[in-house]
């Protein structure tokens, strides 16, 4: 041993390899280097190698990849000896560690043939899968079936017997099957070559795109063609092959021609080509695609056809006339909405106009009286008569504006009756008469007594025909006419009114029932007005179920308005029953109630209405006393024991609803009669004053016989006489 160790051992006579590299410093390194990084990789391989065997201990001959590690470690060992003998001349050992590599070599190389074709039987992962997938199918349907046959085994046990032994043989088939078939499998997927891939790969592209794909040979007909394409033209696939695009799509095939042939001729592709037509998929349908040619070349002189693609754009192209649709309507709404903006700032202007020039008057002529206290009697008379006659014409605007408001919000209620219609357009003449002689106009009455009654309110149809006969007044020049005329046409009744006035703008005659439209809505105009008679005519027309229309021959020619009302069915009139009650005050009597002996309360934060109303109050004969808020109404209600309280609505901290609340519950005043006298006139303002428990709703301005009629009707007084006469015997 000792003799083997020390030959083993042994350096002389030998040399070291650095003499074989006359110990060139470069040399020698080089050698050093590369053996030294070859042994790190050799040994840092079979790391690798257990570790991957260690992950995956179900591989088969695994013991193998182990054989692998050592016979790398072996190598690794012998590069390292190589850098030891570049100084110490071993070559006993380096020889030995040489032996054991080539030993371990041969070893494995031996072990390593038998396994090849075990290997190479193996199936792969997708036939495992694949098996696996079709196993779990077999005992999924296995399992059904046991499970259903479970549920009659009491009955059918002996079936279920049968069944099993069937299903087992079937099951063997289907193993037998499955085996044949892999087998097969095997060897097809064996054989196929690089250019059958090829072509299942291009297969599978013109099977799965959803862009339909064709390529047409030089004499225009279908080599192949896709599904996406065959169904965009509604055809299989098969009634494709082989024929031209002009027998299997005639609506298209001229369409596509002269840009095959172009792309036959020069070889040059022709991109997104627009085609329209129609195919048997929807025919009678026009449908539009995007078409690009490919000329599918044999060399560069020869082309052999046309790769095509097609992708269908209708509905992109629907999209897009959606889109310019929707702009063209959206641009439409702009400037609608622009041009009621338009109405709008030119309705504010003229409503400023309309509500200034009254103001005017009234504020000039009451600041002359207050200046010049001395006036003659007829400048004073002539003066309070313009401030009536503007502070009425106000009065009439805010009306008409809140007609407006309950047309628009639906709350414009009528008071039906019968009504003689003679009587109202007689009322109505009445009414615009001073102002027609003042301009020398001519106002003629053409009035059928048998027209007969109509059912409506009196009051609303009044105002229908003073709208159209003022509207006649204002436009006609001095010494022109205006005409009434009612007569019964069939069914309905139907007045006219026509004047020799300035005629209507063809253009404008669809607009003239339209809220705030005028036909002059200039600075420069000679007519006031809002713009809202005509169309609150039209809206009280219809509320009574008739129609209203206009006819103009043009500019200077007059105009002609036609009301048609459905006459009411003739039925007697019960005793007493009115045919047209009037709910003007002042049109029936200019006489006012007595009012002597009664106590009145006015609550009101405007010093100037409250001093009117207690000034027409007192000049009736009751005593009045006043607050001007709610906090000293309910102060002055503590001592006094009034018989009526008339309170505004609109008031600073508390307003008229808060105090007739507190009144009907703090005090033993229940039975007083309340009367709300407030700006805020709008039917919903009425309503809510009446549930807050108010006997009577007045809206301001007020009426003076409407105001003392009121009092008087709450209050018990029923006898009339003039409040002069009444002072005459008090004194």
């Given at each position: ?190 054989s196929q070559e690089t250019t059958q891939r090829q072509l299942v790969e291009l297969e599978s592209i013109y099977r799965n795109t959803p862009i339909g794909l064709c390529v047409l040979d030089t004499e225009f007909r279908f080599m192949r063609i896709n599904e996406s394409l065959a169904e965009m033209n509604g055809l299989p696939v098969s009634e494709h092959i082989g024929r031209s695009v002009r027998e299997v799509l005639p609506e ?23 085609i329209r037509g129609m195919t048997p998929a929807q025919p009678g349908i026009e449908r539009i695609w995007r078409v690009s040619y490919y000329p599918l070349r044999l060399s560069e002189q020869q082309v052999l056809g046309v790769n095509i693609v097609v992708q269908e754009i209708t509905e992109q192209k629907q999209a897009e006339l959606e889109r310019e649709r929707l702009l063209a309507s959206e641009q439409m709404a702009r400037a ?396």
């Amino acid at each position: 041993m000792t003799n083997f160790l020390r030959v083993t051992l042994a350096v002389n006579p030998f040399i070291p390899h650095g003499h074989c590299y006359l110990w060139k410093p470069d040399l020698v390194w080089l050698h050093l280097a590369s053996d030294f990084l070859i042994a790190v990789a050799y040994y840092s391989i079979p790391f690798a190698l257990v570790y991957f065997v260690q992950r995956r201990r179900d591989l088969p001959f695994n013991w193998i990849f182990l054989l692998f590690g050592a016979f790398i470690v072996a190598c690794g060992t012998t590069h390292l000896m190589e850098i030891w003998t570049l100084w110490h001349p071993t070559y006993w050992i380096s020889g030995g560690l040489k032996a054991t590599t080539a030993g371990i070599s041969l070893f494995t190389a031996v072990q390593l043939l038998p396994l090849i074709p075990k290997a190479l039987a193996l199936p792969s992962p997708a036939q495992l899968t694949e098996a696996n997938q079709q196993l779990e199918a077999q005992i999924e349907e296995r399992q059904r079936i046991e499970a259903e046959l479970r549920r009659y085994q009491n009955e059918l046990e002996l079936r279920v017997q049968e069944r099993t032994a069937e299903l087992v043989a079937a099951n063997k088939q289907l193993q037998r099957e499955i085996t044949e078939r892999q087998r097969i499998e095997n060897v097809l997927r064996s054989s196929q070559e690089t250019t059958q891939r090829q072509l299942v790969e291009l297969e599978s592209i013109y099977r799965n795109t959803p862009i339909g794909l064709c390529v047409l040979d030089t004499e225009f007909r279908f080599m192949r063609i896709n599904e996406s394409l065959a169904e965009m033209n509604g055809l299989p696939v098969s009634e494709h092959i082989g024929r031209s695009v002009r027998e299997v799509l005639p609506e298209l095939g001229e369409a596509q021609a002269q840009i095959f042939q172009q792309v036959i001729q020069t070889g040059t592709p022709s991109l997104n080509q627009e085609i329209r037509g129609m195919t048997p998929a929807q025919p009678g349908i026009e449908r539009i695609w995007r078409v690009s040619y490919y000329p599918l070349r044999l060399s560069e002189q020869q082309v052999l056809g046309v790769n095509i693609v097609v992708q269908e754009i209708t509905e992109q192209k629907q999209a897009e006339l959606e889109r310019e649709r929707l702009l063209a309507s959206e641009q439409m709404a702009r400037a609608a909405a622009e041009a009621a903006n338009r109405t709008k700032d030119e309705f504010l202007s003229v409503l400023s106009h309309e509500l200034r020039t009254p103001l005017n008057a009234i504020l000039g002529w009451a600041q002359m009286l207050r200046s010049k206290p001395q006036l003659d009697a007829a400048i004073v008379q002539r003066a309070l008569e313009t401030i009536e006659r503007n502070a009425r014409g106000q009065a009439n605007l805010i009306n008409d504006l809140l007609d407006i408001s309950r047309i628009i919000t639906g709350k414009l209620r009528l008071n039906v009756c019968p009504v003689e219609l003679i009587t109202v357009i007689e009322a109505a003449i009445d009414t615009v008469r001073p102002a027609a002689d003042a301009k020398g106009i001519q106002i003629r009455a053409i009035l059928d007594p048998e027209a007969g009654p109509v059912s409506g309110d009196v009051d609303r149809l009044q105002q229908v025909v003073w709208n159209l006969l003022s509207n006649a007044v204002k436009f006609t020049p001095r010494g022109g006419w205006v005409q009434v005329r009612l007569e019964r046409v069939n069914s309905q009744v139907e007045i006219v009114v026509s004047d020799s006035g300035l005629g209507i703008n063809p253009d404008f005659l669809p607009f003239v029932f339209d809220r705030f439209q005028q036909a002059d809505s200039k600075t420069t105009r000679s007519h006031g007005g809002l713009g809202l008679g005509l169309a609150i005519v039209r809206h009280l027309v219809e509320l009574h179920g008739g129609s209203v229309s206009v006819y103009s021959a043009g500019l200077g020619q007059g105009a002609i308005f036609t009301v048609q009302l459905p006459l009411m069915v003739a039925q007697p009139l019960k005793e007493g029953e009115r045919v047209h009650p009037r709910a003007d005050a002042d049109a029936l009597r200019s006489d006012l109630p007595q009012l002597y002996g009664l106590h009145i309360l006015v609550v009101d934060d405007e010093v100037d209405a409250r001093e009117l109303i207690r000034m027409i109050l007192h000049q009736c004969g009751a005593e009045v006393s006043v607050a001007a808020s709610a906090s000293e109404a309910i102060a002055l209600l503590d001592r006094l024991q009034p018989d009526l309280l008339i309170s505004d609505i609109g008031m600073p901290n508390e307003d008229g609803y808060t105090l007739i609340r507190q009144l009907r519950a703090e005090f033993d005043s229940k039975r007083l009669p309340a009367v709300a006298l407030s700006a805020y006139a709008r039917v919903e303002d009425r309503t809510r004053a009446l549930a807050a428990g108010f006997q009577l709703h007045l809206a301001k301005p007020v009426n003076l016989p409407e105001l003392t009629a009121a009092v008087a009707s709450l209050t018990g007084r029923t006898e009339l006489d003039s409040c002069s006469q009444a002072a005459q015997n008090q004194n």
